[in-house]
């Protein structure tokens, strides 16, 4: 099973940046796809990135240009650099990652507890 841990949140003011970041640990024997969900107040969590196994990368347009999505296989972590931020991404952001237990298992989708990411104007 795969552990998720995000870092990185903070207070930010517009126009700054911020790095995310996504460390997996605990017995898997692979981690396929991740990528980055967020959700403010009252609203569903929406998605934000995702990256493959092999660096693909896809993005919301709403964040597309100002947001890059990477990965680190050989620290099984991954990262969100977030630049010119808006106040409309103040949410909470969430990592998730496809694995697989063993190599006959099925894909398992895991999730991270969430950091706090708050954009002031």
Do not use: H
């Amino acid at each position: 099973q795969v552990q998720l841990v995000e870092s990185g949140g903070g207070l930010v003011q517009a126009g700054g940046s911020l790095r995310l970041s996504c460390a997996a640990s605990g017995s898997f024997f692979s981690i396929n796809a991740m990528g980055w969900y967020r959700q403010a107040p009252g609203k569903q969590r929406e998605w934000v990135a995702t990256i493959t196994s092999v660096g693909g990368t896809n993005y919301a347009d709403s964040v597309k240009g100002r947001f890059t999505i990477s990965r680190d296989n050989a620290k099984n972590t991954m990262y969100l650099q977030m630049n010119s931020l808006k106040p409309e991404d103040t949410a909470v952001y969430y990592c998730n990652a496809d694995s697989l237990n063993s190599m006959w298992s099925p894909i398992v989708s895991s999730w991270g507890q969430g950091t706090q990411v708050t954009v002031s104007s």
